[in-house]
């Protein structure tokens, strides 16, 4: 009888479900969006119970879809939005508080008084992670001083925290498994990643309790098996892995030098760097890529907080499109002799910038500026700061082997458009392969690798498969000016920023 695998895809905007067989074929998938609430100007939360209710429901009609049993699943592979903090009741189960999402800003104060007392050497060092408000740690402190009694329930034991795999895993279990991945664990602020361990230093800075923590795992292993109501049978969870790690691994990125890119609400870049792990002085961040049979790889990382957010921001904030997909064609329309450059700082400028108080900004707007330049300045604004990222990456990296191609996922690299673009930012070869769905495949690879059903790391790379190539065409000259109007608009957004806080 065919065996399957169960993905659960967690994303920023949508939880997604998403069912595989032997041949690592999509049977059915599902998908639910969920509400973002926005309380007050650089703050976002999610509700991590609606959350929960999304799982179940994209899960349940995953299966039903599929016409498959339960029984059949041989492992369930969780891959999540990432930094985002929950904490709550051991006893219930339910929330202290919304979750606080990765893109929130409520702690930049904070953030700067730990910098002015000198910490942020010491969580560099230990974490690979810059002092910004996007880790959990300064979350989870926020959270304990905010919320009527938490500090003391936390010291007392009646509290637990965890991203929100380790949420989901938490309730699939029914309480029984309170566990992360050192993928997750490394993003939190609180993880030594040389060292593998929660850290006693860290946890004091920010003044965390021990307890509250999740144990942590390899991304593959046995980390619990849901309760046998909620499915019709009980599955074992055997994979774990934040989103970006995901797609490194469903990307098949196992080399050192290996790149991939991911483009959905945010853009996320990522360098395999092999078992070392790599220091970078271009304000990158040093990260677990995955860790797998005790062994823990390492890759270089640039996020940028806006990429698809920029293009739901035409169609859900100025309204000048109705479909995510229109930008590609308008932007091919666009009228060239309009030099507009869109900085999308909405949540801060992320790497390697990490200003988290800049908001964004429009340059060079006439009477004749419409939506299709608009478009295009949105979807060129994604390019030119995947093209920061990844030249801070080569300065890091200099001197070592380095694939000269971008292989690229997520929801906006379906924009021919864009692709090419990216290209002629690059000078690189863009691969986008044929599968898109890469995060989850990656973590469907955790939990079928471990329950025996799909293969090891050399026979999974060798099914990744390429869709389309996108070769560079743009000459040097149109590049490098282009490029160049985009770093002075960054600079005058950045000063504009700092001299409009001043304001009284
Ligand atoms: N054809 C397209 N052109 C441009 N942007 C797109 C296109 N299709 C989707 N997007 C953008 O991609 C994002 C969705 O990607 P997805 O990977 O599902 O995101 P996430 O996992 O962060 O929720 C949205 O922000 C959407 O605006
Ligand atoms: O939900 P995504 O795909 O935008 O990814 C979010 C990241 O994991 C945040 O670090």
């Known amino acids: 009888m065919t065996s399957y695998i169960l993905a659960i895809d967690q994303g920023t905007t949508s939880s997604r479900a998403i069912l595989f067989d032997e041949q690592f074929d999509i049977v059915s998938?599902?998908?639910?969006?969920?509400?973002?609430?926005?309380?007050?100007?650089?703050?976002?939360?999610?509700?991590?119970?609606?959350?929960?209710?999304?799982?179940?429901?994209?899960?349940?009609?995953?299966?039903?879809d599929a016409g498959i049993n339960a029984s059949q699943i041989a492992g369930i592979g969780i891959t999540n939005q990432r930094e985002t903090t929950?904490?709550?009741?051991?006893?219930?189960?339910?929330?202290?508080?919304?979750?606080?999402?990765?893109?929130?800003?409520?702690?930049?104060?904070?953030?700067n008084e730990l910098k002015a007392?000198?910490?942020?050497?010491?969580?560099?060092?230990?974490?690979?992670?810059?002092?910004?408000?996007?880790?959990?740690?300064?979350?989870?402190?926020?959270?304990?001083?905010?919320?009527?009694?938490?500090?003391?329930?936390?010291?007392?034991?009646?509290l637990l925290f965890g991203t929100i795999d380790t949420y989901l895993l938490w309730?699939?279990?029914?309480?029984?498994?309170?566990?992360?991945?050192?993928?997750?664990?490394?993003?939190?602020?609180?993880?030594?990643?040389?060292?593998?361990?929660?850290?006693?230093?860290?946890?004091?800075?920010f003044n965390v309790p021990r307890q509250i923590l999740?144990?942590?795992?390899?991304?593959?292993?046995?980390?619990?098996?849901?309760?046998?109501?909620?499915?019709g049978a009980s599955i074992p969870v055997l994979g774990i892995a934040g989103d970006q790690h995901a797609a490194v691994l469903g990307q098949a990125c196992f080399s050192p030098g290996m790149i991939k890119s991911t483009y959905g609400t945010g853009c996320f870049v990522m360098l395999n760097t092999g078992e070392q792990r790599a220091e970078s002085k271009n304000r990158l961040l040093s990260t677990i890529a995955y860790r797998i049979n005790g062994k823990t790889t390492y890759a270089l990382e640039g996020s940028i907080f806006i990429a698809g957010a920029a293009v739901q921001w035409l169609?859900?904030?100025?309204?000048?499109?109705?479909?995510?997909?229109?930008?590609?064609?308008?932007?091919?329309?666009?009228?060239?002799?309009?030099?507009?450059?869109?900085?999308?700082?909405?949540?801060?400028?992320?790497?390697?910038?990490?200003?988290?108080?800049?908001?964004?900004?429009?340059?060079?707007?006439?009477r004749n500026t419409g939506p299709?330049?608009?478009?295009?300045?949105?979807?060129?604004?994604?390019?030119?700061?995947?093209?920061?990222?990844?030249?801070?990456?080569?300065?890091?990296?200099?001197?070592?082997k380095e694939e000269s191609v971008l292989r690229v996922d997520g929801g906006m690299v379906a924009s021919d458009w864009t692709m090419q673009y990216l290209a002629d930012t690059l000078a690189t070869p863009i691969d986008r392969p044929s599968i898109l769905e890469t995060t989850a495949l990656g973590a469907a690879w955790l939990a079928g690798m471990k329950s025996g059903v799909w293969p090891d790391m050399e026979g999974f790379s060798k099914s990744w498969k390429l869709q389309n190539r996108f070769e560079p065409r743009l000459d040097e000259a149109k590049r490098a000016h282009r490029y160049n109007s985009w770093l002075a608009a960054v600079e005058s957004t950045i000063s504009q920023s700092k001299a409009s806080s001043k304001e009284i």
């Open 29 to 64: 998938s599902s998908q639910q969006e969920f509400a973002q609430h926005f309380p007050s100007s650089g703050m976002v939360e999610h509700d991590a119970e609606e959350i929960w209710h999304s799982v179940v429901a994209t899960c349940r009609k995953a299966i039903a």
């Open 117 to 158: 007392s000198g910490h942020e050497e010491t969580v560099r060092d230990k974490t690979g992670l810059l002092l910004d408000p996007y880790f959990s740690a300064t979350k989870i402190n926020w959270l304990l001083d905010h919320v009527d009694r938490a500090r003391k329930k936390a010291e007392d034991g009646k």
């Open 315 to 366: 169609r859900d904030g100025l309204k000048i499109i109705d479909d995510a997909s229109q930008t590609g064609g308008l932007a091919a329309e666009a009228d060239r002799s309009q030099d507009v450059i869109m900085v999308p700082a909405f949540a801060g400028l992320g790497a390697p910038y990490w200003e988290p108080d800049v908001r964004g900004a429009i340059f060079g707007l006439t």
């Open 214 to 231: 999740p144990a942590v795992e390899d991304c593959a292993a046995e980390f619990g098996n849901t309760v046998t109501d909620l499915f």
């Open 372 to 400: 299709r330049e608009l478009s295009r300045a949105a979807l060129e604004a994604v390019c030119y700061q995947t093209r920061d990222l990844v030249d801070a990456m080569k300065k890091d990296w200099q001197g070592q």
């Open 86 to 111: 929950v904490i709550w009741d051991k006893s219930t189960g339910k929330p202290i508080h919304h979750a606080i999402v990765w893109q929130d800003r409520r702690t930049s104060n904070y953030c």
């Open 171 to 205: 309730r699939l279990t029914d309480g029984a498994s309170h566990k992360t991945d050192a993928t997750n664990a490394s993003r939190t602020m609180l993880f030594n990643t040389a060292k593998n361990e929660w850290d006693d230093a860290l946890l004091k800075i």
